[in-house]
Nanobody, 123 residues
Framework: QVQLVESGGDSVQNGSSLELSCTISRGSYTNSCMAWFRQAPGKEREVVAFVDTKGPTVAADSVKGRFTVSQDNARNTLYLQMNSLTPEDTAMYYC?????????????????WGQGTQVTVSS
C-alpha cells in the first residue's frame, strides 16, 4: 500500500515563501518518480515539478526561477520550495508517485495521490 501525505500549505501574502513536504509510505514500492501537481478552482491539474532518475525538474514555466524541487536521500520525502509567491500560485498542491524511471506530465498516468495541501496567496 502506497500512501502520500502532503503538508506545508498555508495562506500567505504576495511575495512570501513556503515549503511543501510530501512523505511517502511505500513498503517495497519503487518510487522512481515523485512529482508535484497543482489544481486551481475551475482549472485542470497541472504538473509543477518532479524528481525522477534524471534528477529534479521544474516543469511549469510559470514557476521557473521561483520554485525548486528536491528529495531526501532515502526518497521518502519530496519537497517543493516556493519563493516569490503570487496569487496565480493559489491552488491545491498534490504529490504523486510512479515506478516509472521518468516522470510523466499527464496526471492520468499516476495511480497514487496524496490528499493535497492548500496554498492561498493574497495580493
Amino acid at each position: 500500500q502506497v500512501q502520500l501525505v502532503e503538508s506545508g500549505g498555508d495562506s500567505v501574502q504576495n511575495g512570501s515563501s513556503l515549503e511543501l513536504s510530501c512523505t511517502i509510505s511505500r513498503g517495497s514500492y519503487t518510487n522512481s518518480c515523485m512529482a508535484w501537481f497543482r489544481q486551481a478552482p475551475g482549472k485542470e491539474r497541472e504538473v509543477v515539478a518532479f524528481v525522477d532518475t534524471k534528477g529534479p525538474t521544474v516543469a511549469a514555466d510559470s514557476v521557473k526561477g521561483r520554485f525548486t524541487v528536491s528529495q531526501d536521500n532515502a526518497r521518502n520525502t519530496l519537497y517543493l520550495q516556493m519563493n516569490s509567491l503570487t496569487p496565480e500560485d493559489t491552488a491545491m498542491y498534490y504529490c504523486t508517485t510512479s515506478s516509472s524511471p521518468l516522470c510523466v506530465r499527464w496526471p492520468g498516468h499516476y495511480r497514487y495521490w496524496g490528499q493535497g495541501t492548500q496554498v492561498t496567496v493574497s495580493s
